[in-house]
């Protein structure tokens, strides 16, 4: 749960920042997203896939610490 938790709030952290950065919500407006905010696209993703729960991640852990 405290996984879970910290994921769903990064998430939004980062959707935050990139609105703050770019001042959109139109997502064809955001194109290369990657090659402007590099940092933000990285954690984003990294993100993105702990929230799947993918092997090697921390939602993984926490799923596979539950079953």
């Known amino acids: 749960m405290i996984s879970h938790g910290l994921i769903g709030a990064s998430l939004f952290f ?7 950065r ?5 997502l064809d407006q955001m194109g290369g997203i990657g090659t402007s905010m ?3 696209f990285t ?3 990294s ?3 702990a929230s ?3 092997p ?9 610490m539950i079953f």
């Open 14 to 20: 980062l959707a935050g920042i990139s609105y703050d």
């Open 22 to 26: 770019t001042r959109t919500l139109v």
């Open 38 to 40: 590099p940092k933000i």
């Open 43 to 45: 954690l984003f993703s």
């Open 47 to 49: 993100c993105s896939m």
């Open 52 to 54: 799947l729960a993918l």
């Open 56 to 64: 090697g991640m921390s939602g993984f852990i926490a799923e596979l």
